[in-house]
């Protein structure tokens, strides 16, 4: 299953900030086979001690989950100059046993760092003379990369050097993050029209990836000066009511308990369908600016690392890497626990708990089926306790003798202001005092209101009212009937 997961770097440090999707340093388990959204907050911290967001316009980021820069532990690799290949090198081959392989180019070959095997230094046979290896990493497990990179370049009395070193491939990798998207964060969604039973209302939500700044709220041609994000709802009212003459003193503004508020037009305006619409102008607002990219985790390094393990939960590295003017700096390394199943072999079952029935208790409560005296028609056991009629038919509510539906096209035409227009529809069984429900189509003429009763047997008046000033044209939908005997 896809999900996100929101990481707040302090890039001074190298450590996670609380937020997002980490709770007390600590970073969620991953699921093999999943894909998440990694979205990256990156912080540097001020003299004063706030965490400001880092300008990334400029910048790269890597992210890499695995044993980074471990080597491998099994297999051999090949290394190639000038058309010519060398046989396979160990793994964990000498640094004399790697020049065995290419003498013929190199003068010397020498462990490079403080890694016991996989990192060689490589120097050329003379000076001033150009060296440059190609690599084939062949049967290396798990899954990895012969990396070649040039030390030192070729001078006049110079050899040239090159670094070969061995890496484990990462669980999962991506280097192409782009901005998160904004869309949905700050919001204005008009609850319900107005009508002559309630008046037009607004929501204004506003998401978490809201930092601050101000909006506008825009109603026809008139707008409002700007609006301070998570001001008090007295002061969008004011700001509505002072900002668009059109409006004033005919909107109520309550704070909606999230950061937003309800907006109800009032007044004047009250309990009336508003054809001019409120807009939201949202261009000054200020959101936090994640990076983004994809972490799917199933690929092959994925089923390496388990296999490697051999157990059910494996914790690698996620690593971090910020690339600013050139200079790539890692700026955060920590252990993330990955699992190989959603449920894993060996989970404990929970025992019997006072909040719920065990899988006995249920079967205890119910009748066995096991008894053939004790098959009961559930019909027959809802008619012996009293709840449905006794009859050839049965209705939806109890004691009621039949439940009868019809689909049927009505058209109604043109309806007066303040008048109503009825359809009779024939449907056989119908009873005076009998229940009418309607179910309506979504394509009805705004300002209209439609009933059902019953006026004679096996006949039912459905009643298009219009309770506005003006007339109301409804053409033929689809309507739903159902008549409850009772």
Avoid: W
Avoid at 75 to 80: T, V
Avoid at 196 to 205: G, I, S, W
Wanted: with cysteine; hydrophobic share 40%; charged share 10%.
């Amino acid at each position: 299953m896809a999900s996100t997961l929101d990481l707040y770097i302090d890039t001074a440090s190298g450590s996670l900030v609380d937020g997002g999707s980490v709770v007390g340093g600590a970073l969620p388990t991953l699921t093999r086979n999943d894909t998440y959204t990694l979205r990256l907050r990156l912080l540097e911290k001020q003299p004063n001690g706030s965490l400001n967001d880092i300008d990334l316009s400029s910048s790269s980021l890597k992210a890499a989950i695995g044993n980074i820069e471990e080597a491998p532990s099994a297999g051999s690799f090949k290394l190639n100059i000038n058309g010519i290949t060398s046989s396979a090198i160990p793994f964990n081959a000498t640094a004399i046993s790697v020049y065995n392989a290419i003498s013929n180019n190199v003068s010397t070959v020498a462990l490079y760092g403080n890694e016991s095997f996989g990192s060689y230094l490589l120097t050329a046979t003379q000076p001033n003379t150009a060296m440059s290896f190609g690599s084939d990493a062949f049967t290396l497990f798990p899954t990895s990369s012969v990396l070649v990179g040039t030390r030192r370049f070729p001078a006049a009395s110079i050899e040239a050097q090159q670094v070969v070193k061995l890496v484990r491939n990462p669980i999962v990798y991506a280097d192409t993050f782009t901005t998160a998207p904004t869309t949905g964060e700050i919001v204005l969604t008009k609850l319900q029209d107005g009508s002559a039973t309630q008046n037009e209302t607004y929501e204004l939500t506003v998401g978490p990836r809201v930092l601050g700044g101000s909006y506008a709220l825009a109603f026809g041609a008139n707008s409002t000066t700007a609006i301070q994000l998570f001001t008090t709802a007295v002061s969008v009212q004011a700001a509505i009511s002072s900002g668009i003459n059109t409006i004033t003193s005919n909107c109520s503004v309550a704070d909606n308990g999230k950061l937003g508020y309800i907006i109800s037009f009032t007044g004047r305006f009250a309990l009336t369908n508003i054809t001019t619409a409120l807009t939201l102008d949202s261009t000054g607002v200020n959101f936090i600016p994640f990076q983004q990219t994809t972490l799917t985790i199933n690929t092959a390094e994925v089923e390496d690392a388990f296999a490697d393990s051999g157990e059910s939960t494996i914790t690698p590295t996620l690593e971090i890497e910020l690339t600013e003017s050139g200079t790539p700096k890692t700026v955060f390394q920590g252990n993330v626990t990955l699992r190989k199943d959603l449920i894993t072999a060996g989970s404990a079952v929970p025992g019997n708990q006072a909040a719920y029935y065990t899988k006995a208790e249920t079967n205890s409560n119910f009748v066995s089926k096991s008894s053939p005296q004790s098959n009961t028609n559930v019909v027959s056991g809802l008619i012996n306790v009293g709840l449905f009629a006794s009859s050839a038919t049965y209705g939806v509510l109890p004691q009621s003798t039949e439940t009868i539906n019809v689909t049927t096209s009505l058209n109604f035409g043109s309806v007066g202001a303040n008048s109503s227009t009825s359809i009779t529809v024939a449907m056989s069984g119908a009873n005076i005092n009998d229940l009418v429900l309607l179910g309506l189509p979504n394509a009805i003429s705004e300002g209209l209101t439609f009933f059902g009763h019953v006026v004679d047997a096996n006949q039912v008046h459905v009643d298009a009212v219009n309770a506005t000033n003006a007339s109301k044209t409804q053409s033929a939908v689809t309507f739903r009937i159902a008549v409850i005997g009772y």
